[in-house]
């Protein structure tokens, strides 16, 4: 992955996301759009029954067209629906949870049975979804995972490496296993339960963790050789062959090797995990991938990702791509910053497109069914102490995100009727649980999933547009393949502009690419021909919006350059357009990063008074909607100038971190 350049419409203010940095993070601070191209998107217009706008009778330009069922309709006021079933599911998202991810291989099986793992192309897991989505992305598969999840001792993997502390560990253990007999003999089997944990739990706070990071490197190492083993003729390769002698020889799968083998093999998928690094000590989210960290091993990103905050030390970590030369970082569990590593939620120009061609299928844990706090608490204000992350703030944010991904979701049930598993005790940390236990909450998961799935294959999504050209361009390119193919003479136009537009952005790709040593961008006489053909294909607004989206492609790094280009302006107009388009999603971002820094760790922190939380809301919904830098400015000066001090008998603050936030976040106009 490339090191992201700062926006240049932005200061100094820092991100919270080592994905999306500003000024002074751009020389460590990498970017998620290349390494995040391929994840699913979030449909903006979709709603879950059809549109009562639309007139009653209509012309059927298509019918069950394609593999999604495409059906489009035109209707006499001009306008038209798109009725579709969803998209493939390509992506599987698997939350944090400790103990509680004993019910994976539930959902594992059931994907596997109705033939959807095989179709999963990206796997994205933070805390204990990062073991799991990295021994699923090296291949295995539910069977094999059930038997390695189930007969991991998970205690046993926070042992120390030292054999006399080992030997203390496990007598501790012995010790509160004893004493939980004896309380259940009399009946108190909760109180046996809870002395049994803390004689595990206790002798080993601070685990490094070796063994858990060695059992993961030989899984993983092993599932791999043995793809490789049943497609010998890959190693004609010789980047397999590469990889296979180098993995013959102990060395430990990298997200690299994955990114590569997942274009031969399908079971073998991409893989994305979810970090937090504490810069200056400041929690920022790192991704690491195949573009980020091609050549870290897996399991050591996976154990970064695993090691729970008190629990587990802290790994550090040097040479990697986003660190200085020299520098060394500490990192932490995963879940702290995004407990539930939705692609679109850590790059939301994924989500843009009106319909999607892939989606997701996110597994979040049952919570306890308490109240999410909307300003900060006592509790909360405790808990981002001991953590040294906003966690209460980054909690509000992900529900918050979470609500526009409602029907890609399934809630791992923990409430059932052999107990509750959605507390620390009785869950995160739960390392004991018993195998029925497990068996159990696998098999409430494992219907829970083919619930989803059957409801998916009967439910049909629904769109509505202004006019057909709309509908049509709004398709994904697969699915208007299918519909040009299908459908009638009336589709040509519309096909001929898509396949023409795409030969001239092909050739603005080309021709940037072939000045990529070059420090700055020349326009050259064929990047002028192309746009000069694209200005005159953008003959209605449906197409000049089309035109400018493919120009901002998020993936696409030729195109990015181009818009950040000296070119002048009023010669072509659709490159104007697609330049104001990206500084609009610039000064998005840089409004969503305040929002995540400034706004949300504010609204958290203790004692703050009511005056406070509602400015800091308004400052968020005008944020929200700013398109531009002065309006960002605009809401900062405001927080600024009427933020109130907190638990003062004075009105104003003498110093205030929210203020300075606010001041330093103000964009170049």
Not at 424 to 435: I, P
Not at 597 to 607: A, H, N, T
């Amino acid at each position: 992955m490339q090191i992201q350049q700062a926006s240049r419409l932005a200061t100094t203010a820092q991100t919270d996301t080592v994905s999306t940095p500003v000024h002074d993070q751009q020389e460590r601070a990498p970017t998620l759009a290349s390494s995040q191209g391929k994840g699913a998107v979030l449909p903006l217009t979709q709603v879950s029954q059809p549109p009562v706008a639309q007139s009653s009778k209509g012309d059927v330009i298509c019918a069950t067209c394609g593999p999604r069922q495409v059906e489009i309709t035109r209707h006499q006021d001009g306008s038209a629906s798109v009725t579709m079933q969803h998209p493939p599911l390509t992506s599987l998202v698997l939350s944090g949870g400790g103990a509680k991810g004993a019910a994976y291989p539930g959902a594992i099986k059931a994907l596997e049975e109705q033939g959807k793992l095989a179709e999963i192309r990206t796997m994205s897991g933070s805390s204990a979804g990062a073991i799991t989505a990295s021994l699923l992305a090296a291949g295995m598969n539910a069977g094999e995972f059930k038997t390695l999840s189930d007969e991991m001792n998970l205690i046993s993997l926070l042992d120390s490496p030292v054999k006399k502390i080992s030997l203390a560990q496990h007598m501790s253990g012995e010790n509160g296993k004893v004493v939980a007999g004896l309380f259940e003999k009399i009946k108190l089997s909760k109180v046996g339960s809870f002395i049994q944990l803390l004689c595990n739990i206790l002798p080993r706070l601070q685990s490094e963790a070796v063994p858990l990071e060695r059992i993961l490197k030989k899984e993983s190492n092993h599932s791999v050789l043995a793809h490789l083993d049943a497609r010998p003729e890959l190693n004609a390769r010789p980047e397999v062959a590469a990889i296979r002698q180098r993995l013959g020889q102990g060395g430990g799968v990298t997200f690299g090797d994955l990114a590569l083998l997942s274009r031969h093999i399908p079971a073998i998928k991409e893989l994305n995990i979810t970090g937090t690094g504490m810069f200056d000590g400041r929690p920022q989210m790192i991704v690491f991938n195949a573009s980020l960290t091609p050549d870290m091993e897996i399991a050591r990103a996976a154990h970064i990702s695993g090691s729970f905050p008190i629990v587990f030390s802290r790994p550090e970590e040097q040479s990697q791509p986003f660190l200085k030369e020299g520098e060394r970082l500490s990192l932490q569990d995963g879940g702290v910053m995004l407990n539930v590593p939705v692609p679109e939620l850590i790059n939301p120009d994924l989500g843009r497109g009106v319909i999607a061609e892939h989606d997701n299928l996110i597994l979040k844990f049952e919570d306890d069914g308490s109240e999410e706090a909307k300003k900060g608490t006592v509790k909360g204000a405790l808990a981002d102490w001991v953590v040294g992350a906003p966690v209460g703030a980054r909690s509000a944010l992900q529900a918050k995100g979470l609500a526009d991904f409602a029907d890609q979701m399934v809630t791992v049930p923990l409430k059932t009727e052999r107990g509750d598993f959605t507390d620390t005790l009785g869950g995160t940390l739960n390392f004991t649980m018993s195998d029925a236990d497990k068996g159990h909450l696998q098999e409430k998961l494992a219907d829970a999933v083919n619930s989803h799935l059957t409801a998916r294959e009967s439910d049909r999504q629904h769109y509505h547009f202004e006019d057909l050209e709309s509908a049509l361009l709004a398709l994904p390119d697969r699915d208007f393949a299918a519909v040009a193919q299908e459908g009638g003479q009336e589709l040509h136009a519309t096909a001929q502009f898509r396949q023409q537009a795409q030969e001239h952005l092909s050739t603005l790709v080309a021709s940037v690419l072939t000045q990529e040593a070059a420090p700055r961008l020349s326009l050259s006489a064929e990047m002028a021909h192309a746009l000069t053909q694209l200005d005159t294909l953008a003959e209605s607004p449906a197409r000049r919006e089309w035109i400018v989206g493919q120009l901002n492609q998020p993936d696409n790094t030729a195109l990015a350059r181009l818009l950040n280009s000296d070119a002048p302006s009023g010669q072509f107009p659709i490159l104007d357009q697609g330049k104001s388009e990206a500084r609009s999603r610039e000064v998005s971002t840089v409004a969503r990063n305040i929002i995540h820094e400034v706004i949300y760790p504010s609204l958290f922190r203790l004692g703050q008074p009511g005056s406070n939380v509602a400015l800091l809301r308004r400052t968020e919904h005008a944020l929200n909607q700013a398109q531009t830098a002065t309006e960002v400015n605009r809401a900062l000066q405001e927080l600024a100038d009427n933020y109130g001090a907190r638990n003062k008998p004075w009105s104003k603050p003498l110093s205030s971190t929210t203020v300075n936030q606010a001041k330093a976040w103000m964009m170049v106009e």
